[in-house]
């Protein structure tokens, strides 16, 4: 049977906000015969399992949606998450949010309204609140209420989905370091080129951006110890790892563009 509507949830070992998620998800206010949830667990969990079940029998019994439970088999993160939903999902139209999201009730209506009216994949707004002095994993997922299209309020038409095989499940988006690259490549030069003034000038080039960065980091952020020191090493981490996957993105889709 095709439903009009499948909403996909990739999941990680995240009981309460699951259950959050599902209450949200099982209150929709589109007719609960014409679209289901699929809940894919990324850690194929027994636990995860059988809460996702206990949901799906209440809500069996009070005439609501139907839910199903998807394991992931190897732990590949959301995108293979996504694509292994979807792709046992029903519906003509997927829907996709995250199990830390708490959908209002016209959600769904709103994004098959959407792809009724001629669109092949569409966003939603997000709201993302931040409390007291929040880290920067928590301000960087605020910035999420800005951005254009995220899998965390998105619908696509199932075909589209199937004509480009689902996400790319190696493919990370990169941000723009080519200065941080750049004082690394100085500093080699230097010690090929016999400059010291140069080799010992690049480095030190390196730690003022990455000092900066990790300042810009923890500006407005949590001051706790192992916060900082996590904001420390991933500052040195992310430019050199973002331009890796920029550059391995490019070629593979031939992206001539840095």
């Known amino acids: 049977m095709t439903l009009a509507a499948s909403i996909v949830v990739p999941t990680y070992r995240r009981a309460d906000l699951l259950d959050r998620c599902l209450a949200a998800l099982s209150a929709q206010e589109l007719d609960p015969r014409a679209f289901e949830i699929v809940i ?13 079940e206990g949901w799906a029998r209440r809500s069996q019994d009070h005439a609501g949606p139907a839910i199903r439970y ?62 007291g002095a929040p880290t920067d994993y928590e301000r960087n997922a605020a910035m999420l209420a800005e951005a254009g299209f995220v899998t ?74 192992a916060h900082v020191i996590e904001m420390a090493v991933t500052s040195a981490l992310i430019p050199l790892l973002s331009i890796y996957w920029r550059l391995r993105g490019a070629v593979r889709y031939r992206v001539w563009f840095l």
């Open 70 to 131: 998807v394991p992931v088999c190897a732990t590949d993160g959301p995108a293979a998450a996504r694509n292994t939903g979807w792709r046992a999902a029903r519906g003509r139209m997927i829907a996709f949010t995250d199990d830390d999201c708490i959908p209002e009730s016209g959600w769904l209506t709103a994004g098959l309204a959407a792809i009724d009216a001629g669109a092949d994949a569409a966003s939603g707004r997000l709201v993302m609140p931040v409390e």
């Open 152 to 225: 965390a309020n998105c619908f696509c038409r199932r075909e589209w989905l199937e004509r480009l095989d689902g996400f790319d499940e190696r493919f990370r988006m990169a941000w723009h370091y080519y200065r941080f690259l750049a004082t690394l490549l100085v500093a080699a030069g230097g010690v090929l080129t016999g400059r010291r003034s140069v080799a010992l000038g690049g480095p030190l080039a390196w730690l003022v951006l990455t000092t900066r960065f990790c300042v810009q980091r923890l500006s407005s952020t949590s001051h706790a110890p």
């Open 40 to 52: 894919a667990d990324d850690a194929a969990s027994s636990d995860t399992r059988e809460q996702v």
